[in-house]
């Protein structure tokens, strides 16, 4: 992370990219608290058998509506963290712009609920349906497009066998996915290892980004004082 602008304290240690750090840090957070609260505040519902979208059906399905919203929109905050503090090298733009694409997916999510089992199919459900699928194949491209950008980069080389192995176990797991038929008894918990092999990426992004975005600020601070 360079010298520049973005560097700068504005709140506290904080700087600019410090916030956008944040925002990727806090929003998996988010999910997995809103996850956790509906799930276990559903007598009638399994978090190891039900699926991940029909929690939305639930009465307290609303604060799952709110994490996927919460997320989405954070991540998407977060993206522009990692386009300006990585050195981009080749298919790093395209990597950055599916990882846009991801975020906006996660708020399609959380906006439209997915169809009741056995209930007929409706175009809010369909769209529910097509944007989990296009979103969870997207991040793994996403991830191992950008993972060629963070081999050459000193500040980041330290995760780059952790992206590879993320986007490869996320490739396997989406395809998995698509395979597993609904009602197979252990169906919400292998969709949640799916989610959580993609939210624990962002998170240890997030937390590279915001401690570079505080060695940036002590190294400003220092040359600003000599």
Not at 59 to 80: H, K
């Amino acid at each position: 992370m360079s010298e520049s602008p973005i560097s700068r304290p504005i709140i506290g240690p904080l700087n600019i990219c410090s916030i956008l750090a944040l925002a990727g840090a806090v929003g998996p957070l988010v999910l997995v608290i809103a996850d956790l609260t509906a799930a276990f505040s559903e007598p009638s519902y399994n978090p190891i058998r039900n699926s991940i979208s029909s929690l939305v059906w639930t009465s307290m399905g609303w604060i799952q509506t709110i994490g996927f919203l919460t997320v989405g929109l954070l991540v998407e905050v977060f993206v522009a963290g990692l386009f300006f503090n990585i050195r981009g090298g080749r298919g790093f733009g395209l990597g950055i712009g599916l990882l846009v694409c991801f975020g906006f997916g996660l708020l399609l999510i959380g906006a439209f609920r997915t169809d009741p089992v056995g209930s007929q199919t409706t175009i809010e459900g369909m769209i529910h349906s097509v944007t989990a699928k296009a979103v969870f194949f997207i991040f793994p491209i996403a991830s191992l497009l950008i993972a060629l950008s963070l081999r050459k980069d000193p500040r980041w080389k330290g995760l780059y066998v952790h992206t590879i192995a993320t986007s490869g176990l996320a490739l396997a797991l989406v395809i998995g996915w698509l395979c597993l038929p609904v009602k197979l008894t252990w169906f919400g918990l292998y969709e949640r290892i799916l989610v959580a092999n993609t939210v624990i990426w962002v998170e240890i992004m997030a937390v590279r980004l915001l401690r570079l975005s505080f060695i940036a600020c002590e190294r400003l601070n220092k040359s600003t004082n000599s």
